[in-house]
């Protein structure tokens, strides 16, 4: 297996422009999580799903971020607009039903709002 | 509620010395506890894990004890190498709801 695929590695864009995080996890996972990582705030949850149903997005920040899963093997993170706060590495992460809740992370997402 | 907390950094060792990162935990029941490590430039990865209590998990030379009565899972090493300078997360998985409640991280810089 590939392991969780992320795409792009690094993204730069401009303050107000609309930016897409994909994420591809491991087949046969029923759940896929979000996460983002700074350095003032660490690893924070944004969001998780259990078999492509959002189970809990009370870590999104705001309305300006939303996030889909159309089916097993596809989800997206979208900022519209973004802001320079937004810079930050986002993570996608899935894990089996069962297995004790080990996580298999993709290599993430660097985003710079300039 | 479920916390973890984790010795803050960094810890700078010199290469073959040994290394202890403090791991301490409130759940309720039974939770079973991880160690994350994040290379530069990398995402995280499960570096080991263990279900119940008194339980040994061990990868690549890291070991975590599960010590219930002390709600602790400290990480050791007997000699750190370059190679290991990373963040080291540790985690908690305490129930249903499937999310990890995760420590702040420590940052681990090792000298040659």
């Not at chain 1, 700074?38 to 996030?67: C, H, K, Q």
């Not at chain 1, 937004?86 to 297995?99: E, N, Q």
């Amino acid at each position: 297996d590939a392991g969780v695929i992320q795409s792009p590695r690094h993204e730069v864009t401009e303050m107000g422009q609309e930016v897409t995080l994909r994420c591809k996890p491991i087949s046969g996972h029923d759940y896929l999580f979000w996460y983002r990582q700074t350095m003032m705030r660490g690893l924070e949850l944004l969001i998780y799903f259990n078999n492509n149903v959002p189970i809990d997005d009370s870590g999104m920040p705001e309305d300006r971020f939303s996030a889909k899963m159309p089916n097993a093997s596809f989800s997206t993170l979208k900022i519209q607009p973004s802001e320079p706060r937004d810079s930050a590495v986002y993570f996608c992460a899935s894990s089996r039903l069962t297995g004790g809740g080990g996580y298999t992370f993709g290599s993430g997402t660097r985003l710079t709002v300039v | 509620g479920n916390s973890v907390t984790q010795m803050e950094g960094p810890v700078t060792l010199s290469e073959e010395a040994f290394l202890t990162i403090n791991c301490t935990y409130t759940a309720t029941g039974y939770p079973s506890l991880f160690w994350y490590v994040q290379y530069p430039g990398e995402g995280l990865q499960l570096l080991l894990k263990a279900t119940k209590a008194d339980d040994k998990g061990s990868n690549k030379g890291f070991e975590a004890t599960y010590r219930k009565e002390t709600t602790s899972f400290h990480l050791e090493k007997g000699s750190v190498q370059v190679s290991d300078s990373a963040v080291y997360f540790c985690a908690l998985y305490a129930g249903n709801n499937r999310k990890l409640i995760w420590g702040l991280g420590t940052s681990l810089a090792v000298n040659p």
